[in-house]
C-alpha cells in the first residue's frame, strides 16, 4: 500500500510540475520574438509560471480523490494555501523587477487614455491577488465571516487570474506564436473545466444523492452529534477517521461546504453516518438548531487519516474536538472485534467538557481500550495527568517499543506540533504517526 502511494505521489508531483513548467518550455519553444535584456525575460518567466500555479489552485480544491487519496485532504488544502502565497509572490515580483530595472514597459505615459488595456488587466489581476492574501491571512482579525469570505475568495481568484490571462493577450509580446496561444487556450480551457466540475457537474451529483437528518444530539462540551440517513439512495463506505463536506442550508451549487469528520463506526448498517461537531462559532453556533428530517448534502469520504497499518498497536491522542476521528475509530474496531491493544490519550480543559466520556468508558468492555484523560482545568482532588501531553507522559503509559505503535494526532494545531516534537525525541519514525489537521482556512 505505502508503495503504491509513494509511486502515486511522484506520478502527481510530475504532472503538477509540468503544468507549471509548460509556459516556461514554451517560451522557448516556435518562433522567438526580438531579444530583451535578462531583467525583463527573468520577469516575464516569473510571471508566467506565477499565473499557471495560481490556475492550478482550481485542481487542488476540486476534490479529486484519485488526487488527494495518497496525501489526504487536509495535506492538499495546506499545500494549496502554502503555493497560493508562492504563485502570488511570482505574479507580483514581475512588474516589481520591471520597476526596479527601469523598464519602459512600466513608464507612466503622458495621459490614463494612454495607458493600454493590457495594463489596467495587471493592475487588476495584482490588485485582486493582494486583497486576496490580505483577507486568507488575517480573515478572523478582520472579523470577516467564514461564508462571505469563502464566497470574495472565490471571485478574487477569478478575477486575478482571468485579469492575468487578458494582460497577457493585451500585451502580446510572445504570444504572436501559435504554438504558444495554443498552450494558453489549453490551459485556460482546462482551468474553466476545473471551475465548472467544482461548481457545476459535482453539485448535480450530490443533487441526486441527499442525506435526511435523523436525530440531532446534544454531546456534553457544547457540542452536537447529527445522524445522517441516505435519502433514496445506498449512501457510502467511509473508512475510520475520514470526513466528508456538509452544506446544510441550501442546495449543492451553494459556494460554502463545511468540513466535519466522521464521528460513527465505518460498520453503520443501512449508509447511516454521523458528524460530531462543536461550538466554534460561524457556522458550528448554528447546527444545534438544525431540527430532524432536515435535507443534507454530503460530499465524500476524503482524508488518509484512517487504521488499516500492519502495527502491534494504535495511540490514539486527541485534544478538544480532535476526539471526532478517533471516536470512529474506535467504535469501528469495537464492530469488528479487533482486540488489537488500544490506548487513546484524551486531552481537554475540564471534567464535564470531554465530549463521548461515558461511551468510552463503556466501549472498554468491548475493546482492549486504555484511556487516559488529561486536563488543563482539573477540578478539586483529580488524581490523573493534567497540562500538555508530553514525552514523558508517553514513557509513563505506553509500552517501550515506542517505535513499533501507530499514532494518531487530531487536535489544535500547537498541541499537534509538541506531540510531533515529542515523538521525534523518542525517536519514532515519521511514517509511523498520523496528523488531521482540521482548520483548512
Same mark, same amino acid.
Request: aromatic share 12%.
Given at each position: 500500500?505505502?508503495?503504491r502511494?509513494?509511486a502515486?505521489?511522484i506520478?502527481?508531483?510530475?504532472i503538477?510540475?509540468?503544468?507549471?513548467?509548460?509556459?516556461?518550455f514554451a517560451?522557448l519553444a516556435?518562433?522567438l520574438p526580438?531579444?530583451?535584456?535578462f531583467g525583463?525575460e527573468?520577469?516575464?518567466?516569473?510571471g508566467?509560471?506565477?499565473l499557471?500555479m495560481m490556475g492550478?489552485q482550481f485542481g487542488l480544491?476540486?476534490?479529486?480523490r484519485?488526487?488527494?487519496?495518497p496525501?489526504?485532504e487536509?495535506?492538499?488544502?495546506?499545500?494549496?494555501r502554502?503555493v497560493?502565497?508562492l504563485a502570488v509572490?511570482?505574479v507580483?515580483a514581475h512588474?516589481?523587477?520591471l520597476?526596479a530595472?527601469?523598464?519602459?514597459?512600466?513608464?507612466?505615459?503622458d495621459? #490614463?487614455?494612454?495607458v $493600454?488595456? +493590457?495594463a489596467?488587466?495587471?493592475?487588476?489581476s495584482? /490588485?485582486s491577488?493582494?486583497v =486576496?492574501?490580505i483577507?486568507?491571512l488575517w480573515?478572523k482579525?478582520l472579523?470577516?465571516p467564514?461564508?462571505?469570505?469563502h464566497?470574495s475568495h472565490?471571485?478574487?481568484?477569478l478575477?486575478?487570474?482571468f485579469?492575468?490571462?487578458?494582460?497577457?493577450?493585451?500585451?502580446?509580446?510572445y504570444l504572436t506564436?501559435?504554438?504558444?496561444?495554443?498552450?494558453w487556450i489549453?490551459?485556460?480551457?482546462?482551468?474553466?473545466?476545473?471551475?465548472?466540475?467544482?461548481?457545476l457537474?459535482?453539485?448535480?451529483?450530490?443533487?441526486?444523492?441527499?442525506?435526511?437528518i435523523?436525530?440531532?444530539?446534544?454531546?456534553?462540551?457544547?457540542?452536537t452529534? #447529527?445522524?445522517?440517513? $441516505?435519502? +433514496?439512495?445506498?449512501?457510502f463506505?467511509?473508512?475510520? /477517521?475520514?470526513f466528508g463536506w =456538509?452544506n446544510v442550508w441550501?442546495?449543492?451549487?451553494?459556494i460554502?461546504?463545511h468540513p466535519?469528520?466522521?464521528s460513527?463506526?465505518?460498520e453503520?448498517?443501512?449508509?447511516?453516518?454521523e458528524?460530531?461537531?462543536r461550538?466554534?462559532?460561524?457556522?458550528?453556533?448554528k447546527?444545534?438548531?438544525?431540527?430532524?428530517?432536515q435535507r443534507?448534502?454530503?460530499?465524500?469520504p476524503?482524508g488518509a487519516?484512517?487504521?488499516g497499518?500492519?502495527?502491534?498497536?494504535h495511540?490514539l491522542?486527541a485534544?478538544?474536538?480532535g476526539?471526532?476521528?478517533m471516536?470512529?475509530?474506535?467504535?469501528?474496531?469495537?464492530?469488528?472485534g479487533d482486540?488489537?491493544?488500544l490506548?487513546?490519550l484524551?486531552g481537554g480543559k475540564?471534567?464535564d467538557?470531554?465530549?463521548f466520556?461515558?461511551? =468510552?468508558d463503556a466501549?472498554k468492555t468491548r475493546?482492549?481500550l486504555?484511556?487516559?484523560y488529561?486536563?488543563?482545568a482539573?477540578?478539586?482532588?483529580?488524581?490523573?495527568?493534567t497540562?500538555r501531553?508530553?514525552a514523558?507522559?508517553?514513557r509513563r503509559h505506553?509500552?517501550?517499543?515506542f517505535?513499533?505503535?501507530e499514532?494518531?494526532?487530531c487536535g489544535?494545531?500547537?498541541m499537534?506540533?509538541?506531540?510531533e516534537?515529542?515523538?521525534?525525541?523518542m525517536?519514532v519514525p515519521?511514517m509511523r504517526?498520523h496528523?488531521e489537521?482540521?482548520?483548512?482556512?
Amino acid at each position: 500500500m505505502q508503495s503504491r502511494d509513494l509511486a502515486r505521489k511522484i506520478i502527481w508531483s510530475a504532472i503538477y510540475l509540468l503544468f507549471i513548467l509548460a509556459p516556461l518550455f514554451a517560451l522557448l519553444a516556435g518562433t522567438l520574438p526580438p531579444a530583451r535584456n535578462f531583467g525583463t525575460e527573468f520577469s516575464v518567466a516569473l510571471g508566467y509560471s506565477g499565473l499557471a500555479m495560481m490556475g492550478l489552485q482550481f485542481g487542488l480544491t476540486a476534490r479529486f480523490r484519485h488526487v488527494t487519496e495518497p496525501w489526504g485532504e487536509d495535506v492538499i488544502y495546506h499545500f494549496h494555501r502554502r503555493v497560493s502565497l508562492l504563485a502570488v509572490s511570482l505574479v507580483v515580483a514581475h512588474p516589481l523587477i520591471l520597476f526596479a530595472i527601469r523598464s519602459d514597459k512600466v513608464a507612466m505615459p503622458d495621459s #490614463l487614455r494612454e495607458v $493600454p488595456w +493590457g495594463a489596467w488587466f495587471a493592475f487588476l489581476s495584482i /490588485g485582486s491577488v493582494i486583497v =486576496l492574501v490580505i483577507t486568507a491571512l488575517w480573515r478572523k482579525q478582520l472579523k470577516i465571516p467564514y461564508e462571505l469570505w469563502h464566497l470574495s475568495h472565490i471571485g478574487l481568484a477569478l478575477v486575478a487570474i482571468f485579469g492575468g490571462v487578458l494582460h497577457m493577450i493585451g500585451w502580446g509580446f510572445y504570444l504572436t506564436d501559435p504554438l504558444k496561444r495554443t498552450l494558453w487556450i489549453c490551459m485556460t480551457a482546462f482551468w474553466i473545466a476545473l471551475l465548472l466540475y467544482v461548481r457545476l457537474f459535482k453539485p448535480i451529483f450530490m443533487l441526486r444523492r441527499p442525506y435526511r437528518i435523523a436525530e440531532v444530539r446534544a454531546e456534553r462540551g457544547d457540542t452536537t452529534t #447529527l445522524v445522517m440517513q $441516505p435519502d +433514496g439512495h445506498a449512501g457510502f463506505r467511509f473508512k475510520p /477517521g475520514q470526513f466528508g463536506w =456538509l452544506n446544510v442550508w441550501g442546495s449543492p451549487f451553494r459556494i460554502t461546504g463545511h468540513p466535519f469528520s466522521f464521528s460513527s463506526s465505518a460498520e453503520a448498517e443501512n449508509g447511516r453516518v454521523e458528524m460530531t461537531i462543536r461550538n466554534l462559532g460561524d457556522f458550528t453556533s448554528k447546527v444545534k438548531l438544525i431540527e430532524a428530517g432536515q435535507r443534507v448534502y454530503l460530499d465524500g469520504p476524503y482524508g488518509a487519516f484512517t487504521i488499516g497499518h500492519p502495527t502491534d498497536m494504535h495511540v490514539l491522542i486527541a485534544g478538544g474536538i480532535g476526539i471526532t476521528p478517533m471516536m470512529s475509530m474506535i467504535r469501528t474496531l469495537a464492530d469488528r472485534g479487533d482486540q488489537r491493544p488500544l490506548v487513546l490519550l484524551y486531552g481537554g480543559k475540564t471534567w464535564d467538557s470531554l465530549t463521548f466520556r461515558e461511551e =468510552l468508558d463503556a466501549l472498554k468492555t468491548r475493546l482492549d481500550l486504555r484511556i487516559i484523560y488529561v486536563l488543563s482545568a482539573p477540578p478539586e482532588g483529580w488524581s490523573g495527568e493534567t497540562g500538555r501531553i508530553d514525552a514523558a507522559m508517553f514513557r509513563r503509559h505506553l509500552p517501550p517499543a515506542f517505535a513499533e505503535h501507530e499514532y494518531f494526532i487530531c487536535g489544535p494545531d500547537p498541541m499537534m506540533d509538541a506531540i510531533e516534537t515529542a515523538l521525534g525525541e523518542m525517536k519514532v519514525p515519521r511514517m509511523r504517526y498520523h496528523s488531521e489537521r482540521y482548520s483548512f482556512v
